[in-house]
């Protein structure tokens, strides 16, 4: 798999971010971050290894998987034929979300530091859209950097959990949500 992954980034290097596939270490701490919802959505599904950990972790919950690189998608089709495969850009296809429970929570993979601008713009305001105005939802994303993986847009903030050693490099998982919803966990905490 980590070849597959490394022959899909000779291709579209900015578009797949990574040469090896993320840990399993990584891909159990995203999962049980990604908490209790209604729908799970993952960008950037790549491999799968991700998934594997939510449908491991979070079973009976509806799986969106966005992953735009057609070789990849096809695989994940095999692995997940449960989940709803959607194997386009997320910002072209984010309509498809419009009945979305109010308890969605996106798990995401996407490499915004190398995704071209024409894509990560698009891509950060269709999340800002599906997450404001909806104090439960969230997005789970990692990072290898030691800063937010993009600037908050407006209404939303990012959240720092825990950096996961045995990942290849190091990764960072955030959270971006309404900050409502962050001072009330902290509250309940
Ligand atoms: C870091 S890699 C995959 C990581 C994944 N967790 C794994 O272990 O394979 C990021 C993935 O995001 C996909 N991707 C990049 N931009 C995308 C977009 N705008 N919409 C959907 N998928 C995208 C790439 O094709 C790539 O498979």
């Known amino acids: 798999m980590g070849d ?3 022959r899909q980034w000779l291709k579209t290097p900015a578009m797949v971010g990574a040469i090896l596939p993320s840990s399993r270490h990584l891909a159990r701490a995203m999962a049980r971050h990604a908490g209790a919802s209604n729908a799970l959505v993952e960008l950037g599904a790549g491999t799968g290894t991700i998934t594997r950990e939510l449908v491991r972790q979070h079973p009976g919950v509806p799986l969106i998987l966005f992953e735009q690189n057609s070789t990849l998608a096809s695989r994940l089709h095999s ?9 386009e850009c997320f910002h072209q296809r984010a309509d498809r979300l419009a009945q979305l ?9 996407l490499p915004f530091r190398s995704l071209p601008a024409d894509i990560a713009i698009p891509t950060i ?11 439960q939802r969230r997005l789970i994303q990692f990072t290898y950097q030691p800063r937010a993986p993009f600037r908050a847009p407006a209404g939303l903030a990012w ?14 998982i955030w959270e971006l949500a309404m ?6 966990d902290d509250l309940a905490a």
Not at 79 to 87: Q, V
Not at 159 to 172: D, I, L, Q
Request: aromatic share 8%.
């Open 101 to 109: 429970p109010e308890r969605a929570v996106f798990v995401s993979s």
């Open 79 to 87: 692995h997940f034929p449960h989940a709803e495969i959607i194997a």
């Open 4 to 6: 597959s992954l490394l």
């Open 125 to 135: 305001s269709a999340l800002q859209q599906l997450l404001s105005g909806h104090p």
């Open 159 to 172: 959240r720092r959990y825990v950096t996961v050693w045995r990942n290849a490099p190091p990764a960072g």
């Open 179 to 184: 900050p409502d919803r962050q001072s009330r």
